[in-house]
C-alpha cells in the first residue's frame, strides 16, 4: 500500500533513508549521510513523501520524496530491493505527475540503469558541489506532454 507519510514513519524512513545512501553510494564517506542524518529526518514532515508500507509486517518498505516535479530521493531497504518497490513508487509519482526530473550520481549505476529502465534521460550533466561528485540531471515526461 502506498500513502502519505505520517509521524509514526518518521524513524523508520529516516533509517532507510541513511543505510540505504551508505550503501549505494559507498564512493561517498559514510560520515557524510550520517552528519546529514538529523537534518533531512527534520525535513521529512515538510515534505511531499509517499511511502510503501508491507500490510503484513507493518514495515515500510520504501518511499519516495518529492519537490515539485523533482524526485528529491527514491528508497527501497536493503531487504526489499529487486521486489519491484521502487518502480512500484515510481509509478505512483508518473501518475500524479505529468513530468519528473532527478539527479542521480554516475557511480550509482544500480539507479541509473533502472531510471534509464523506466524511461528517464539523461538532459545534463554537473558536478555536485558537496561532495564533488559528478551526477546527471534526467527527466520523464508523460507520452503526449511537450
Known sequence: MIRSLQNIDIDQVAEIWLHTNIEAHDFIPKQYWCGNYDAVKGMFLQ???YVQKNEKCGEIQG???LNGNHIEG???SGKAQSCGIGKQLLNYAKKIKNELS???YEKNVRA???YQRENFMICSEDTDETTG???YAMIWKKDGEK
Open 112 to 114: 541509473l540503469k533502472f
Open 102 to 104: 532527478l539527479c542521480v
Open 74 to 76: 527514491l528508497f527501497v
Open 133 to 135: 561528485e559528478k551526477e
Open 47 to 49: 515534505a511531499e513523501i
Open 63 to 65: 518511499f519516495i520524496g
